[in-house]
């Protein structure tokens, strides 16, 4: 229990008191001013107090505005046969003789309670089947959310959402409301609800995200582990991460403490204003630790519009499978810096193949924005309007030229613009032995059986081949994007790269899991 300084108990006046008269007479015993002594009596204080920030206006501005989602989904009946979830040597409940002693016993006890011709026996009327009814709701999952409109408009993150049929809001003040799911994005991992209430809500905006500096003071604002209402602080500690959750990863990453329940709640800066959506932790044990990840408001803010419009998010669709731009592959292409997205093949019928874009090219500008990376692309080509029309910059045969390419909308069975993670694998099909060593890259090779391409018959694992990952089975369909049938098409084009001084050439390989451009030196022989 605390105590205020006019409630001090008597023991504890004495010990200071004492304390006091302590000190004062050994400063006398060794020549100190009695002036000096009366001092220690005295409180102390700071001159000038360092000031610290508060968050205590932020909170109590936005809190109100802030909201525990809970997510009830519909249980399935734990049996359609009548047999009330017991199986009794293929046979259900209802199967065992009237006489059998566990019927008798469920009788006498209370159990199941079961229909019947009668024969003296009480029975109760009941529904169809017993245990959890087909439609029951019960609770799943619970996060949080924040009202963006008046209206009832509320935020929250799809994986809280996902698997729910009921949905509830309790604000701040304890007041429950009844939700309805308006649209939701998996591929953001978010999702908007809708409160009907004749009310005004508290709600809150967006912040322009690119103002915001790694280092700045954020408040999170939640119901983790259920305990509504609960705010953290720390501050913006990385921009453009990547945790590998789907193509349009760009989160946020903050060190406030975030837990789970957390998920779908706001990040606010110290103007009130929504810098992210908490959505993911870094987490060994499961509690925080630090880190943990928000979905910036710029991304968030155009999916929510098109889910409040439509209740789906409409995304431009390049139609080009893509990887990254190695060192070695801007080496081996002519390219200064090691940035792009390398279109390792364009789909058939899709945007970039309908104007111009092929295999080989890479991608370094989009309406004049440079892109460092194909998840870069990804990500601006998916805030395009399907129908608009968009300027490609693509590097081709050593020189740089631009498509205009109509964007297409990404359907809903496709990924728009992705990185290609395919390794390769290794197959047991053995080829003739007519094979022609290229020894200065470390595989011998045969024409394939198709005409396309060559076929890797083995692989010498101390090459540089071996360690780019080429196995025996995959085929060598081009050599700085040209078309190679034979040993000798494939000395041609290194040949040709040597008298333009590349020390690297870009050699696709396709496999069973698909399609790969490699980089390899060929400054030997």
């Known amino acids: 229990m605390t105590t205020n300084a006019s409630k001090r108990s008597p023991f504890k006046m004495v010990l200071q008191t004492s304390a006091v008269a302590g000190i004062a007479a050994v400063m006398l015993a060794t020549g100190i001013p009695a002036a000096v002594t009366s001092s220690f009596a005295e409180p102390v204080k700071v001159a000038t107090p360092q000031q610290v920030p508060s968050f205590a206006d932020v909170v109590s501005a936005v809190s109100p505005a802030v909201v525990s989602v809970r997510v009830e989904s519909r249980v399935k009946p734990?049996?359609?046969?009548?047999?009330?979830?017991?199986?009794?040597?293929?046979?259900?409940?209802?199967?065992?003789?009237?006489?059998?002693?566990?019927?008798?016993?469920?009788?006498e006890f209370g159990g199941p309670e079961m229909r019947g011709d009668g024969g003296g026996?009480?029975?109760?009327?009941?529904?169809?089947?017993?245990?959890?009814?087909?439609?029951?709701?019960?609770?799943?999952a619970q996060g949080s959310g924040f009202f963006i409109s008046e209206d009832g408009y509320i935020v929250t993150n799809n994986h809280v959402v996902s698997d729910g049929s009921a949905f509830k809001v309790v604000m701040n003040d304890g007041t429950e409301y009844d939700a309805k799911l308006v649209g939701r994005d998996s591929r953001t991992d978010l999702a908007v609800l809708k409160v009907d209430a004749k009310r005004k809500f508290t709600y809150v905006s967006f912040a322009d995200d690119s103002k915001v500096r790694v280092g700045d003071w954020v408040v999170a604002v939640g119901n983790p582990f259920g305990l509504g209402g609960t705010v953290t602080a720390g501050i913006i500690s990385a921009f453009g991460r990547d945790i590998g959750s789907g193509p349009y990863d760009d989160y946020i990453q903050v060190d406030a403490a975030v837990n789970r329940g957390n998920s779908g709640g706001p990040t606010f800066d110290l103007e009130g204003q929504v810098v992210g959506i908490n959505t993911a932790i870094f987490s060994p044990s499961g509690g925080s630790v630090g880190i943990a990840f928000a979905i910036p408001a710029s991304v968030a803010k155009s999916v929510v519009e098109d889910l409040i419009k439509d209740g789906s998010v409409s995304r431009g669709w390049l139609g080009v499978q893509i990887q990254?731009?190695?060192?070695?592959?801007?080496?081996?292409?002519?390219?200064?810096?090691?940035k792009g997205a390398l279109v390792v093949e364009p789909q058939a019928g899709s945007p970039g193949e309908k104007a111009g874009i092929e295999k080989g090219d890479v991608v370094t500008a989009l309406n004049g924005e440079e892109i460092?990376?194909?998840?870069?692309?990804?990500?601006?080509?998916?805030?395009?309007?399907?129908?608009?029309?968009?300027?490609?910059?693509?590097?081709?045969?050593?020189?740089?030229?631009?498509?205009?390419?109509t964007i297409g909308a990404l359907p809903a069975d496709e990924k728009q613009a992705s990185a290609n993670d395919n390794d390769g694998a290794e197959t047991e099909t053995q080829q003739p032995a007519s094979e022609k060593a290229l020894a200065d890259l470390g595989v011998t090779v045969t024409p394939s059986d198709d005409g396309t391409g060559l076929k890797i018959a083995s692989v010498d694992p101390d090459s540089d081949a071996s360690d780019k990952g080429l196995k025996q089975g995959e085929t060598i369909v081009t050599v700085n994007n040209q078309t190679v049938k034979s040993a000798d098409d494939v000395a041609k084009v290194l040949d040709a790269a040597r008298k333009d001084g590349r020390t690297k050439a870009l050699f696709q390989i396709q496999s069973e899991s698909g399609s790969r451009f490699v980089a390899l030196p060929i400054n030997q022989g």
């Open 372 to 405: 460092a990376s194909p998840r870069e692309l990804a990500r601006k080509v998916a805030l395009l309007r399907a129908g608009s029309e968009a300027d490609v910059t693509i590097w081709r045969n050593g020189k740089s030229e631009t498509k205009k390419v």
């Open 324 to 338: 990254p731009v190695t060192q070695d592959i801007a080496e081996s292409l002519g390219l200064s810096e090691a």
């Open 121 to 140: 026996e009480r029975h109760a009327e009941r529904g169809p089947k017993a245990g959890p009814r087909e439609g029951r709701l019960r609770p799943t």
């Open 78 to 107: 734990v049996s359609d046969d009548g047999s009330y979830g017991f199986d009794f040597g293929g046979r259900g409940f209802d199967q065992l003789p009237d006489d059998h002693p566990l019927k008798r016993f469920f009788r």
